[in-house]
């Protein structure tokens, strides 16, 4: 069972703005921890992490500039802030922990114990 649930998906239009939640089932949130996204016939990939303090942070190329990864550890919430959205941007996100040590050089890679959960959809679309 995942100790994440994702939130904030919807349909948008592009240039559109989301803000997805990451919240943590878990009695405290201290992992560094990632938004991956996947589309329809496509594999998984990471989107962006950030490390348990907040103090490190990854983008993908594509999402640079556009998107933005938070997160409030009294909430144990993590966020993902999207602008300027884009039809390719269409996708399940997911979040999941991810591996400090590899996130020391910018990899954003799921550690091995990480079970997904349900995701949430989102669609940017005319």
């Known amino acids: 069972q995942s100790q994440f649930v994702e939130s904030g998906g919807g349909l948008v239009q592009p240039g559109g703005s989301l803000r997805l939640s990451c919240a943590a089932s878990t009695l405290s949130l201290d992992s560094d921890i990632g938004w991956f996204r996947q589309a329809p016939g496509k594999e998984r990939l990471a989107v962006s992490c950030?490390?348990?303090?907040?103090?490190?942070?990854s983008y993908e190329n594509s999402v640079m500039g556009r998107f933005t990864i938070s997160r409030d550890n009294a909430r144990k919430t993590v966020y993902l802030q999207m602008n300027s959205l884009k039809p390719e941007d269409t996708a399940a996100y997911y979040c999941?922990?991810?591996?400090?040590?590899?996130?020391?050089?910018?990899?954003?890679?799921?550690?091995?114990?990480?079970?997904w959960g349900q995701g949430t959809q989102v669609t940017v679309s005319s």
């Open positions: 999941a922990s991810v591996n400090a040590m590899l996130l020391r050089y910018n990899l954003c890679v799921p550690t091995a114990d990480n079970v």
């Open positions: 950030i490390s348990s303090s907040g103090d490190r942070t």
